[in-house]
């Protein structure tokens, strides 16, 4: 048997209901360059501020996926989250888009809507998102995807008939 967490009612009911926005953040060159290191992503338009500026963007651009590393702190953010004992585990993304660019120092944040809560079998509940990522200065999205995320839920002993 599934133990239902209250807080999956919660989620129930924000189903179709307009995206939840985080506050905004940015992310420095030194970030940048730490992420860029970590994954080796080293490429001069994310580290080389003086040879980015004459470059497309005016400067140095954030990583996607460094963006996309934030979701999960994103997610917890606006209350999208069933907390312990539910584990969340990333399940994967249908669709990734990046129709802009994050300038290094630019403020971002995320708006978050959940399109559907599924129970795909006992005790894994998954959430099929919407994220987009958007800079306070750019007419369109930095980035847009759809994501699921999985809560592997305890399941409650089954109750003991009587001997």
Known sequence: MLTNPP?????RDRVGAPAAVTA???????TVNAYAA????ELWIHTDPD????????GTIVQASLLMARFGAWLQAVA??????AT????????????????VGEDVRGQ?????????????????????AE????????????????FMVPMSPAPSSPT
């Open 112 to 132: 978050i809507s959940l399109k559907a809560l599924r129970v795909d079998r006992p005790g894994m509940i998954r959430l099929e998102l919407r994220v987009v």
């Open 88 to 103: 969340p585990l990333n399940y994967g993304y249908d669709r990734i888009r990046i129709p802009g660019a994050l300038r």
């Open 38 to 41: 970590i994954t080796g992503e």
């Open 135 to 150: 800079a306070a200065e750019a007419a369109t999205p930095i980035l847009v995807a759809d994501w699921l995320v999985a």
């Open 24 to 30: 905004w953040e940015r992310f420095d060159q030194a």
């Open 7 to 11: 807080e999956l009612e919660l989620l």
């Open 80 to 85: 999208l989250w069933l907390p312990d004992p």
């Open 51 to 58: 040879r980015a500026h004459a470059a497309s963007f005016g």
